[in-house]
């Protein structure tokens, strides 16, 4: 069943949306790298360089992912995913088969877009800059990106089957955004709602050199797990 789930997500919309954000964000890279100015004007302050060029790509990087997770949830649930599993759904086991299959799908549709901007970001930086990331520690800050991009998505399956219209893509759009007014660990410090939203929503902060949620990564694995189960609940409880 996972098959007919990504022959449904990846839908010429799908690809060429992805697509179309894969070489936004390859043209961001490149200029965030600075490359043109070359070699040696970049090797002059390869940190203060190195870390403007990390810090400004990820903050595009995590949108679009973001985005990416949201449009692919909302389309994992709209009338049209509900006409198709009609199809495929005749009882309840078949219909949680369904569902689970539909979120490992959507999972590894986000990871590999992740994964690419990753090695994209990687590439340039190794190519075309005297920048020296450690590639382990890329991957647990994309690896972080990832789970928070699937938690919105999460999030949006869970308003999209409530309230049923894909206008609820506003809603966690404007949480984000309104996250990112106070992206950084002072912020958020300073506002106690961005505090109490951080606390149960993973937004990525800069905290000085580094990059990370303002609770630790294992704290946020909960509310996941419920919001997923609960998620799970309404689409069990509720007709094709």
């Not at 690809?15 to 964000?25: D, E, I, K, N, Y």
């Not at 901007?117 to 990331?133: A, C, E, N, S």
């Not at 690896?143 to 219209?165: D, E, N, P, R, T």
Request: net charge positive; with cysteine; charged share 10%.
């Amino acid at each position: 069943m996972i098959r007919l789930q990504f022959c449904f997500l990846l839908s010429k919309r799908s690809l060429g949306l992805m697509l179309f954000f894969s070489l936004a964000l390859i043209s961001i890279i490149l200029y965030n790298s600075d490359f043109l100015s070359g070699y040696a004007y970049l090797d002059a302050a390869r940190a203060e360089n190195a870390k403007s060029y990390l810090d400004n790509s990820i903050q595009v990087i995590k949108l679009i992912s973001v985005f990416i997770a949201l449009f692919i949830f909302i389309q994992s649930f709209s009338k049209e995913a509900k006409q198709y599993a009609s199809y495929l759904v005749s009882n309840a086991k078949t219909k949680l088969l369904f569902f689970n299959t539909k979120i490992l799908a959507i999972m590894m549709i986000v990871f590999l877009f992740v994964l690419q901007q990753m090695w994209i970001f990687y590439v340039i930086g190794k190519l075309l800059t005297p920048y020296d990331f450690n590639i382990d520690e890329l991957a647990v800050l994309f690896g972080k990106i990832y789970f928070q991009a699937i938690f919105f998505g999460m999030l949006q399956s869970l308003l999209v089957q409530m309230l049923k219209h894909n206008f609820t893509l506003i809603f966690p759009l404007t949480i984000y955004w309104f996250m990112e007014t106070g992206a950084s660990s002072n912020a958020v410090e300073s506002s106690k709602l961005l505090k109490q939203m951080n606390v149960f929503l993973p937004n990525l902060l800069v905290n000085g050199p580094s990059w990370d949620f303002y609770l630790s990564f294992e704290k946020y694995i909960p509310v996941f797990m419920v919001l997923c189960l609960i998620c799970c609940i309404v689409h069990l409880y509720q007709d094709i």
